[in-house]
Structures are given as structure tokens and as C-alpha cells.
């Protein structure tokens, strides 16, 4: 159940975007153990003066075409999955769309599943008769 911002300046094409949505997401199938249909992105796309971020600190040189990508998830990850995660980003962000391993900052958050709902005022992660309530709702 990840939810993914992320983070680029403008001027990107919308082939770009789906590429760099479409591997984000598929890193996550592959070390993460998240479903393929489990996918929840915003793509936030900022002027040059909107996105702020030092071009050498603790990697780089970064390029304009920094992107940064925060994930929100449920379940805690031990830190080799992460590190599994962070190798398999820039692997694949270099294949498509084309992005260098420099330019790819990701950090991951942890919340409680009560701290989701997933629509209809619901907490489904934690609510286990929430299909039986829902139906009551609309019948």
C-alpha cells in the first residue's frame, strides 16, 4: 500500500512521466512485495525556483534533472530491502526514462495501517467486516 510522490521540475513529456511512474512502480513489484494493481502516485511537477536541493550533498553532481521520490508505506521493510529497492530505482530509472543514478533522491516513510483509508470513510486496513458495512451503506 505505498503511496508515491514525486518530484521533478517541469518540462518533462508525458511519455517521460509514465516512464519514470511505470519504473518506480515496477521496483516496488520486485523488492517491495507490493501487488502490481497496488499503485497510488502523484507526480508533482515544480518550477525551477520551487524545487530547492544541494547538488552535491552526500552524492552526486545532480542535474537539473533531479528527481526526488517519497514513499509513504505501511508494513516496515528491513534495511536490505530498502537497499534492494535503492539499487533497483536506479537501475531502472537509467533504462527508462533515461535518468542518472545521481539524480534520483528517494526517501521512504512508515505509518500505521489505521493511518489509511482507502475511500467511503473507511479504514479497511483495520477494519475487517468494512466490505460488510460498505454494502449495508449502499443497499
Do not use: C
Amino acid at each position: 500500500m505505498p503511496f508515491v510522490r514525486i518530484s521533478l521540475r517541469k518540462g518533462k513529456s508525458a511519455d517521460y512521466l509514465a516512464a519514470l511512474a511505470d519504473s518506480i512502480q515496477r521496483a516496488l513489484v520486485e523488492t517491495f512485495d507490493v501487488p502490481e494493481n497496488d499503485r497510488f502516485q502523484a507526480i508533482h511537477q515544480h518550477d525551477e525556483n520551487e524545487l530547492i536541493f544541494d547538488r552535491t550533498y552526500l552524492a552526486g553532481p545532480r542535474s537539473g534533472d533531479f528527481v526526488y521520490i517519497s514513499i509513504t508505506i505501511g508494513r516496515p521493510r528491513t534495511a536490505e530491502v530498502k537497499a534492494a529497492l535503492y539499487r533497483r530505482l536506479a537501475d531502472l530509472l537509467a533504462q527508462s526514462p533515461g535518468l542518472r543514478p545521481e539524480d534520483v533522491m528517494v526517501v521512504i516513510g512508515t505509518s500505521a495501517t489505521e493511518d489509511w483509508s482507502f475511500g467511503n470513510g473507511i479504514a479497511q486496513m483495520t477494519d475487517p467486516d468494512w466490505r460488510l458495512r460498505l454494502a449495508e451503506t449502499q443497499a
